[in-house]
């Protein structure tokens, strides 16, 4: 019988140990953003591939806040900076890259994002990396459309893969 009740008091001991660890966690209270979504986005009729990330607000947006976003740039070379003003009233914030090439499948690129307020002190930093699903080789040569009205692209006429036998591919040599 002692036995038994001893093996319960550890069980009972090691339980409670293991909810009040649980409980000292990094709640996140000072964190005003978090990453609800990342993805390359591969537009096969534009022929261009970019990143995509969508932030949660985790708290009430203030007026004047900007996301500096840092992308690996997948070509090689220094990295891909864009500033992007936060609207308080949207629901999420969707951070964009402009074009790029040279993007590899499976591999890592890596993201920065800091989040600054109107004078630019420094309020939130979140580090993430980002990998494709697909190699950017998928996509056509030349957008498959053109136009206001997405007319056929002339230029790929008689290539309905997009794929042009003598299209200049970009210099991937540097890429990281």
């Not at 090689?76 to 308080?88: A, L, R, T």
Request: aromatic share 6%; net charge positive.
């Amino acid at each position: 019988m002692p036995k038994r009740f001893s093996r319960s008091v550890v069980l009972c001991v090691v339980l409670i140990a293991a909810v009040a660890l649980g409980a000292c966690r990094d709640t996140g209270k000072d964190q005003l953003f978090a990453i609800s979504g990342k993805l390359f986005e591969f537009n096969y009729r534009l022929a261009i591939a970019t990143y995509v990330i969508t932030l949660r607000p985790l708290r009430p947006m203030v007026d004047g806040q900007v996301a500096v976003v840092s992308f690996q740039n997948p070509a090689g070379g220094d990295p891909i900076i864009v500033n992007q003003k936060i609207w308080p009233k949207l629901p999420h914030i969707t951070l964009t890259s402009p074009p790029l090439t040279c993007v590899v499948k499976d591999k890592p690129y890596a993201v920065s994002i800091r989040i600054q307020d109107a004078s630019g002190t420094l309020l939130q930093s979140i580090d993430t990396t980002m990998t494709s699903s697909e190699d950017q080789t998928m996509l056509p040569d030349r957008p498959l459309v053109i136009g206001p009205k997405y007319e056929l692209n002339p230029d790929l006429a008689g290539h309905p893969d997009g794929k042009l036998p003598d299209a200049q591919k970009p210099d991937c040599s540097k890429a990281t």
